[in-house]
């Protein structure tokens, strides 16, 4: 995956708390707190 809408920001490995796949996000993943790939994110924000 590219950084290209994060600029220079350090993107970090995330499972998918829908989905299960291997995404990357923007920020680092805190225990407790569900995170989303792209596709998944958009379905919740529905």
Same mark, same amino acid.
């Given at each position: 995956?590219?950084?290209r809408?994060?600029g220079? *920001?350090?993107?970090h490995k &995330?499972t998918? &708390?829908?989905?299960?796949?291997e995404?990357e996000? !923007?920020?680092? !993943?805190?225990?407790? *707190? !569900?995170v #989303?790939c *792209?596709?998944? #994110?958009?379905?919740h *924000?529905r």
């Open positions: 995956m590219s950084n809408n994060y220079d *920001r350090t993107m &995330a998918c &708390a829908d989905c299960g796949n995404c996000v !923007p920020f680092e !993943p805190k225990e407790g *707190r !569900p #989303y *792209r596709d998944c #994110y958009k379905k *924000r």
